[in-house]
């Protein structure tokens, strides 16, 4: 498959997952957390489907599109190692949906940063609540859901907080 074909196929999986996990919380009253603002394409993707939700975005630094870029308000700049504790606290109870997408070419630190966002999320989750992620993580409380049809496993991960 050439590389035009396979980043459109990578990125329509990403709005496939995104717009089924906006469905399966469509019953469920909540926040959402954007954990990897990047360029802006996925929140800006979430705003636009979820445009009653508030949504939080987590990075590092802003080198978004300067029309994706949250208001100061609504962005947790800086490590996530340091900002998400201080949002779980904050939203204890209030999250319905979590989208991760802070996968990086280091296989390592992307584990690292699986397990602690896996580990710290729980105390924010609503019942119900959707963790849907480019890396497998391990989020206590949860259990698998299925992807969304076409999108091939281990391109996306689904887990339900019960
Ligand atoms: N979802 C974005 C989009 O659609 O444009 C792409 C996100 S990009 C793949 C990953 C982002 O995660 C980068 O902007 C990077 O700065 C951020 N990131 C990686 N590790 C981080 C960390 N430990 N703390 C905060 N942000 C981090």
């Given at each position: ?5 396979s ?10 997952c ?25 929140f ?10 508030e ?18 308000d ?37 584990a ?8 710290t999320?729980?105390p ?8 849907a ?11 698998a ?18």
């Amino acid at each position: 498959m050439s590389r035009l074909n396979s980043v459109i196929r990578r990125l329509q999986a990403q709005r496939d997952c995104l717009n089924a996990a906006a469905e399966m919380i469509k019953d469920h009253d909540g926040i959402v957390l954007e954990i990897g603002l990047g360029n802006g394409r996925t929140f800006d993707h979430l705003r636009e489907i979820m445009p009653d939700r508030e949504i939080f975005v987590f990075d590092r630094q802003i080198a978004a599109h300067p029309k994706c870029i949250p208001d100061d308000d609504h962005l947790f700049l800086g490590d996530i190692f340091e900002t998400l504790p201080m949002a779980v606290e904050r939203f204890a109870g209030k999250v319905a949906l979590v989208h991760s997408d802070v996968g990086t070419g280091d296989e390592a630190l992307n584990a690292k940063i699986a397990s602690f966002i896996g580990k710290t999320l729980p105390p924010s989750l609503i019942k119900g609540a959707i963790v849907a992620s480019d890396q497998k993580i391990d989020v206590p409380g949860t259990i698998a859901e299925p992807l969304p049809e076409g999108v091939p496993q281990d391109r996306y991960f689904f887990r339900r907080y019960q």
